[in-house]
């Protein structure tokens, strides 16, 4: 505890009695300052305790003694010693009640007590303070250490809550609660977890204090410190430390033991990273080519659960290739997301980034990290800052065709402009949405111009009958009554369209060509739905 007025009342030496504000003399007193200007204000920085002899002031004046006692209360003065004996043989009137006016604590100082005293008093009483913060902060540390090596993070949450007072708990880089120290603070840090998240985007060595206005019960924290952990750009998780107040000395050191410990447990190193990368770069390649026994081999115990269950296969790269890896990136962001929803999960998961803002991961089917990536499916590529495409359930043998099922819907995704594209929606969708490409319409338009500038003319309508033949499968009676024609005239038309276009009907693959540059260009709204099929 820091020295306080009832401290220095109750030092025998010092010989001080109280003449106002008794019932404020549990203030902290930072420092003892004497100055016999009749304005120190300017020189104060707030809980000193002030001495005077009133050499300067019009101690008797009232008028001039509430302004001054005013502006020392204002100023956040811890409170005032005036010495009797040396101006004044006692406290002028004027003073004791405009202190007491102000219920600024007023110590009167014996002739026989030097102002030197006093202040050296309240050093040694602040030395002590801090030894003894010093040393706790020491033994918290000690403490913290054995629990964070004997126990895990959840003892070393507890044994820091007891340290401050309060509460603590632990959150993983995507602001889920990891633990909470004691048990009735699960809730407490639970309402957090945004602030949690917000912050981990903000990387390592940054802190936030917020405050809860709804706690209830056993619920103290009324005011939480954030931290988070990690090291380098990549974090490792946020500590939030919930207290009555702003912690002490003692206090800090030990939240600042744990942050280093959390850290330390909680980040994996740089390079055990990179050989687990590496690990799980060699298992993919090996599933690629068709190893899958030597890849259930090197996977060992980090990876074989993965290929021992159905699996999916994800592709993904980021919107802007030339964003800067690393901290909130888009694609770094997924990878940590699905990291961090297969370790809640208890679930393994394969991530291989290729450091060109591409990357590939394993993911159980069904576990978090799927379900994470199905998030992203009702997400924009411009508002998710990626494009993914995600395979169908498979396992290790039939690896390679889960890769091009999820290259295929990676490429989809990209066209669609879409964050997530799933293998099922291309089996079970249409054909026609990958038609949007620019490169296909720019074929269309090219092999449909000369026929549209014919119809331009006024020289017939080869386009539309084209596309109702087309839609009839080649009938020749059903497109004509579609169009309103004799067969005849159909026959001329399709004569003309095979002289301008140079190719000729009795191809599958010209009329299949056709087919797709007339929806290509005319989208949903041609004449027929039904794809055309080789007529007999």
């Not at 699996?311 to 802007?320: C, I, S, T, Y």
Request: hydrophobic share 45%; charged share 25%; net charge negative.
């Amino acid at each position: 505890m820091p020295p306080t007025l009832a401290s220095l009342v109750q030092h025998s030496a010092l010989r001080l009695s109280v003449r106002a504000g008794e019932d404020r003399l549990d203030v902290p007193v930072r420092w003892v300052h004497a100055s016999e200007l009749v304005d120190p204000v300017p020189y104060m920085e707030g809980g000193e305790l002030l001495l005077v002899t009133a050499t300067n002031l019009a101690a008797s004046d009232a008028d001039a003694m509430r302004r001054y006692v005013r502006r020392l209360a204002a100023a956040g003065v811890a409170g005032l010693g005036f010495a009797v004996g040396v101006t004044y043989d006692d406290v002028p009137a004027a003073l004791l009640d405009a202190a007491r006016a102000e219920n600024l604590p007023l110590l009167e100082v014996p002739r026989r007590t030097p102002f030197i005293a006093i202040g050296k008093a309240v050093s040694e009483a602040v030395a002590a303070d801090q030894y003894r913060a010093v040393t706790e902060g020491f033994e918290a540390q000690r403490d913290l250490t054995r629990a964070a090596l004997a126990e895990g993070p959840a003892e070393l949450l507890a044994r820091l809550a007891a340290h401050v007072d309060g509460w603590a708990a632990l959150y993983d880089p995507a602001g889920a609660v990891v633990a909470a120290e004691p048990a009735w603070a699960a809730r407490r840090a639970a309402r957090l977890c945004e602030d949690a998240a917000v912050l981990a985007l903000r990387g390592p060595h940054t802190s936030s204090v917020v405050g809860d206005p709804d706690a209830e019960g056993g619920e103290s924290g009324d005011r939480v410190e954030l931290q988070t952990l990690g090291s380098g750009r990549r974090p490792g998780g946020v500590l939030a430390v919930g207290t009555a107040g702003a912690p002490g000395t003692a206090a800090r050191y030990a939240v600042h033991s744990a942050i280093a410990l959390l850290t330390l447990t909680t980040e994996r190193s740089r390079s055990l990273r990179e050989a687990e990368q590496r690990l799980g770069a060699a298992v993919l390649r090996m599933l690629l080519a068709g190893e899958s026994e030597h890849a259930r081999t090197v996977a060992g115990d980090l990876y074989g659960a993965l290929l021992d269950a159905p699996f999916r296969l994800l592709a993904a790269e980021a919107v802007d290739p030339a964003a800067e890896p690393g901290g909130d990136a888009p694609l770094d962001l997924l990878a940590r997301g699905l990291e961090a929803a297969a370790t809640r999960a208890g679930e393994p998961v394969l991530l291989v980034p290729d450091g060109a803002g591409r990357l590939v991961a394993i993911v159980v089917d069904e576990g978090a990290a799927a379900v994470l990536c199905a998030g992203y499916a009702d997400r924009s590529a411009e508002d998710a800052g990626v494009v993914t495409g995600l395979s169908a359930p498979t396992g290790p043998i039939a690896a390679g065709t889960a890769y091009r099922q999820a290259e295929a819907a990676l490429t989809v995704a990209r066209r669609r402009r879409r964050a997530l594209v799933e293998h099922e929606d291309l089996a079970d969708g249409s054909l026609l949405p990958l038609l949007s490409d620019e490169a296909v319409r720019a074929f269309a338009d090219g092999m449909l111009r000369a026929l549209r500038e014919h119809d331009a003319k006024g020289r017939g309508d080869l386009v539309d009958s084209l596309r109702a033949w087309l839609s009839r499968h080649g009938q020749w009676d059903a497109a004509a009554a579609d169009l309103g024609v004799h067969r005849h005239t159909l026959r001329y038309r399709m004569r003309r369209v095979e002289e301008i276009l140079g190719r000729s009907l009795d191809d599958p693959d010209v009329r299949m060509e056709l087919w797709l540059a007339l929806k290509a260009t005319a989208g949903q709204t041609a004449h027929a739905a039904a794809p055309p099929q080789d007529p007999a």
